[in-house]
């Protein structure tokens, strides 16, 4: 129900259910407790057109939204990090990407914590990569009959195997490309061992894997294949950490997905301050009330 459908309902102005509401979200919501959060996660989403992004942060064992911060980088921050002191709290993990800014700030402010490199963020860079490569070799390319294999093989690079529509003929072309383009398919390959560096039995055995996985990818002479081994070999401690705590930025996603509900239910959001509150109520949300 949206706040324009209350107000008609109850005979009286938008603006007076919207500081009903706003008055309850601040009440409720607008200083979460921190003092007994040990694990959380980190990261930015987009709040509207002409590079608008909140930073998020997300208590990940009771998925209460912690912390709402306008703008995205470590200057987003800089309030939760007055109010985590404050709170005494004792964080051991934060889930977060492989931003320089974040990597700063969490331990600059959270020394004792164990920083753990989002493995959706990770395979999402190393695609990012695998795409690149993909242009790349299709402007070098001289031979029409070779530019019209790899034509459009770039979305199927990306695709798990398992996903590939056989009914499209997508696992044929893949091969193919695979086939007449050895950098590709050795950056490919790379790809799926990629994954399973996050599926093994225990941490010493995943650092093996990523080890040789980072000195192969070195060895290729592949341009793009060795800058990401750097990047993996500088995070390394943060993809490990997985094994100490499993745990990820992924629920920031499914609270994404309200917030973007939400703002389609409302058409947007006019004032910031309200938005806020609504994002730091949303893990609680059964129903909307919203513009």
């Known amino acids: 129900m949206t706040i324009k459908d209350v107000a008609c309902h109850l005979d009286v102005s938008w603006d007076v259910v919207k500081e009903i509401q706003r008055k309850y979200l601040h009440r409720r919501f607008s200083k979460p407790r921190l003092k007994h959060v040990k694990q959380i996660a980190i990261d930015e989403i987009s709040t509207g057109k002409g590079h608008k992004y909140v930073t998020i942060v997300l208590d990940l064992e009771s998925g209460a939204v912690l912390h709402v911060g306008q703008g995205k980088g470590g200057d987003a921050l800089l309030d939760f990090w007055k109010r985590l002191r404050a709170s005494r709290a004792k964080i051991e993990a934060v889930a977060t990407d492989m931003s320089p800014a974040y990597i700063d700030a969490v331990t600059m402010n959270l020394p004792g914590a164990t920083l753990v490199f989002d493995r959706f963020h990770v395979i999402k860079l190393y695609n990012e990569k695998l795409s690149d490569l993909c242009r790349d070799l299709y402007r070098q390319l001289a031979d029409t009959m070779q530019k019209d ?43 799926e061992e990629l994954n399973e560096i996050w ?34 070999r500088f995070h390394a401690f943060g993809i490990l950490a997985w094994y100490d705590y499993p745990i990820s930025t992924g629920p920031l996603e499914g ?29 609680e949300t059964t129903y909307a009330l919203v513009g």
């Open 255 to 283: 609270t994404n997905n309200k917030i973007k509900t939400m703002k389609r239910q409302a058409y947007g959001f006019r004032d910031p301050v309200f938005l806020k509150l609504k994002i730091l109520g949303i893990h």
């Open 199 to 232: 599926e093994q039995d225990d941490q010493e055995t995943a650092q093996a894997l990523l080890m040789d996985w980072i000195v192969y990818a070195e060895s290729t002479g592949i341009r793009i294949l060795k800058q990401f081994a750097k990047t993996l």
């Open 149 to 191: 294999v790899l034509k459009g093989v770039r979305w199927l690079l990306l695709k798990r195997p398992e996903n590939l529509d056989a009914s499209r003929r997508e696992p044929q072309r893949l091969r193919e490309a695979l086939r007449l383009n050895e950098p590709l398919a050795i950056a490919y390959h790379l790809k």
